[in-house]
């Protein structure tokens, strides 16, 4: 294999931005050769003031779920002054994601070129790539492929669902454990080994080193006002998963579409994954925004749509996934060691039609009690999950406490 010395851009590059989409993976193979022949030279190193600049212009939120605006993100890391840790997150524990395994497969070299001009704006001491086994072969060859990128340090974390929070990532470079901790301070005061860390989403790097190549406003010519640029989806529908991307603000049934699912099949949507919440075929118009999402109490999370066909029972879907959300938890804290099974037990007497018509208010009054009392949001977001069933499949519920299903043949 040839390692190669990627050149830092001088001038404006004269690589022409990718027009449409698809842009993260416009360059078709993972390749160094072919990364830079689509998209040019490792723009030329700026300090952290002009970075965070050009990511304030260009909306840039954070592709992992929060949705934080990534300029405010590193301009808290910046702030304190002190050499750091910056880590891309590749951990991806949500089972119905793919987004960010299929950009490690086939854009690595856009997650690494994020990852350095970061790290070399922040002054930082330490690069991180954190991902699970699989993922590992063809980011170790993207590194090995450009001198650049020797110092970065390749991670492999636990498959599982607390995985990819920020504080689990921390602990898991830290003591090899991937599981979430109380984190009072941000880590972006203190973080690995008590230095500032900034965690950042393979995907959020990726669209920043593209930003950073071709504009805030070249980001901007796609996608909305209030969802600029793309983003990566993982659609799972009665065929299995695909990864597609996708302009801001698309509508539910436009990205259905072009994941080949017929929107006609479509019963609800689980949009944003198993932290997500469900959202009826009614709302198929919705723009996949935060601001669109919002009225159904959803958002678009990592990009991730579950499609519940017609003739699916959605209580029966909700409580499996409950299930596996209660044995997901580290169990180190009240509400996940005692409220999630609750909630899952439960649930499943809902879904199994159990005549008791009390079910839903005790679901009501165990989501209350365990959200907000974790170290993490696991029992927020199982929580949430559970009570947005309750909405979406309310006639089911009702049909249920009378030992009736609507839309399932028993
Ligand atoms: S809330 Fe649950 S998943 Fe999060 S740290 Fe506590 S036990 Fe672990």
Not at 115 to 144: C, D
Not at 151 to 178: C, H, M, P, W
Not at 268 to 293: I, K, Q, T
Request: hydrophobic letters at 45%.
């Amino acid at each position: 294999m040839t390692v190669l010395d990627v050149p830092a851009r001088r001038e404006q590059s004269a690589v022409a931005p990718p027009e449409g989409l698809p842009r993260l993976l416009a360059a078709g193979d993972p390749t160094l050769a072919t990364h830079l022949a689509r998209f040019g030279p490792l723009p030329a190193v700026r300090d952290a003031e002009a970075i965070i600049g050009e990511l304030e212009r260009s909306g840039l939120a954070g592709r992992g779920g929060a949705a934080f605006p990534t300029w405010r993100k590193i301009a808290s890391a910046a702030e304190s002054g002190r050499a750091g840790v910056v880590v891309a997150n590749g951990s991806e524990g949500e089972p119905l994601s793919a987004k960010d395994a299929t950009l490690l497969h086939h854009a690595p070299h856009l997650v690494i070129d994020g990852l350095l001009l970061v790290a070399r704006a922040l002054g930082a001491s330490e690069m991180q790539l954190v991902t699970t086994a699989a993922q590992l072969p063809p980011v170790q060859r993207a590194i090995s492929e450009r001198r650049d990128a020797g110092g970065i340090r390749l991670r492999q974390t636990e498959d599982r669902f607390v995985s990819g929070e920020a504080s689990a990532v921390v602990n898991a470079i830290e003591r090899g454990r991937a599981i979430p901790r109380d984190h009072v301070v941000r880590l972006t005061v203190s973080g690995i080994g008590r230095r500032p860390t900034l965690v950042l989403n393979v995907e959020t790097l990726a669209h920043l080193a593209l930003i950073l190549r071709f504009g805030a406003s070249w980001f901007r010519s796609a996608g909305s006002d209030d969802d600029p640029g793309t983003r990566l989806l993982t659609v799972t529908g009665p065929d299995g998963s695909v990864v597609i991307e996708a302009a801001g603000g698309t509508t539910l049934r436009t990205t259905l579409r072009a994941a080949g699912v017929d929107p006609t099949t479509v019963r609800a949507l689980l949009v944003g994954g198993y932290h997500g919440a469900w959202v009826a075929s009614e709302a198929l118009d919705a723009p996949l925004s935060a601001a669109g999402l919002a009225p159904f109490g959803a958002g678009p999370g990592a990009g991730i749509l579950m499609v519940l066909s017609r003739g699916q029972c959605g209580l029966t879907r909700t409580a499996e996934i409950a299930r596996y959300l209660a044995g997901q938890s580290a169990g180190q804290c009240g509400p996940c060691a005692n409220g999630l099974p609750e909630i899952s037990d439960v649930m499943a007497r809902v879904a199994r039609r159990d005549r008791d018509a009390s079910l839903p208010r005790q679901l009501r009054e165990l989501a209350g009690l365990v959200t907000g009392r974790g170290a993490c949001h696991h029992p927020d977001g199982t929580a949430r999950m559970v009570m947005s069933a309750l909405d979406a499949f309310d006639h089911d519920v009702r049909a249920h406490a009378l030992g009736l299903c609507q839309e399932v043949a028993a």
